[in-house]
């Protein structure tokens, strides 16, 4: 079992920025790779960044320039910098890993709201 703790989102203006927080607690060993997806009202959720130990950090093309994920592992947490936000990234910000054996566990969830 992992658990997932999200931290970081609020209300920003267009243009700024924030950084999201995912700390991990549990069967840390047994994570192979952690991501950021993000739901908007009346839309799928979405990946918008990945990260594992064996691949390069992906990202979505709406993303692509503007946010990047990294990891501390001291600490156990993996973080979403988000620069220049824009509206259309408004949206509830979940944290997700995946363990050996393909089990997925999620956060609860940041809100992220881009308005002026």
């Known amino acids: 079992q992992v658990q997932l703790e999200e931290s970081g989102g609020g209300l920003v203006q267009p243009g700024g920025s924030l950084r999201l927080s995912c700390a991990a607690s549990g069967s840390i060993s047994e994570i192979n790779a952690m991501g950021w997806y993000r739901q908007a009202p009346g839309k799928q959720r979405e990946l918008v960044s990945s990260i594992s130990s064996y691949s390069s950090p992906s990202y979505a093309d709406a993303v692509k320039g503007r946010f990047t994920i990294s990891r501390d592992d001291a600490k156990n947490t993996v973080y979403l910098q988000m620069n220049s936000l824009k509206p259309e990234d408004s949206a509830v910000y979940y944290c997700?890993?995946?363990?050996?054996?393909?089990?997925?566990?999620w956060g609860q969830g940041t809100l992220v709201t881009v308005s002026s």
């Open positions: 997700n890993a995946v363990i050996m054996g393909g089990s997925i566990f």
